[in-house]
């Protein structure tokens, strides 16, 4: 069975005392025991996080480098996430792929760093609207996991998080309908069986992303693909997020 995760990413947003105040919130130990939740504020504020962090969630962090030290200005190193609480990063969000010029290569680079170092990571895909549009969606998001994802093997893909996030539906209001998630976490799951066989298939966790909220959870979460959700925005409130996870 593939462990269920409700991650919380939270972008470019809020500052220090805004962050510690969600934070409280979050610091209830009411979780299901058999959900994982990850946290994941900016970079800048996981030490003064981790410091008043009670064990209620994971954090992780939004990006890292593909290295392991050095003259990388701007860069923060999986060794140094480590030294203040991070267990986990994400890999391929679109908006790094889109804004940040992050490659297929880059990903893949950024995948064998983790598994080198034995550090968790969710893996995204999605396709643009357009792709969706032509009814392309599937090879897609398929050529996205072949390009840096599926050179793993059996054991390294083991337990690893993959998060379908349709670009289309980020931030915008507008989410993958249960039938439209399903299909693709489904084919996902597929592919993974082709590649690794059923035991590897069934425990990977694949999350869906793109305006989850409070509401509309517990629907597109049931489905029997779908093993949690990569949350932006509603992850930005207490109330929301907590529902969100209290939505299993
Ligand atoms: P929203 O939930 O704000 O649509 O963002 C989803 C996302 O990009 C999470 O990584």
Redesign the pocket.
Known sequence: MAQKIVAG?W?MNLDLEQSLQLIEGLNTKEFKNDVRVIVFPPSLFLQPISAVCDGSFELGVQNFSENEKGAFTGEISINQIESVGGTVG?IG???RRAYNGESNELLKAKVNHCIENNFDFIF?CGEPLSVREAGNELSFVKKQLEASLFHLTADQIAGGVI?Y?PVW????GKTASVAQAEDMHMNIRSWLNEKYGAQVSNNVSILY?????ASNAKELLSCPNVDGG??????LKVDDFNAIIHSY
């Open positions: 990413n972008k994400l969000h679109s908006e995204c998060a996030e539906a980020i931030g915008t992303g793109g305006s989850c909220n990569l949350i932006g925005g509603a992850s």
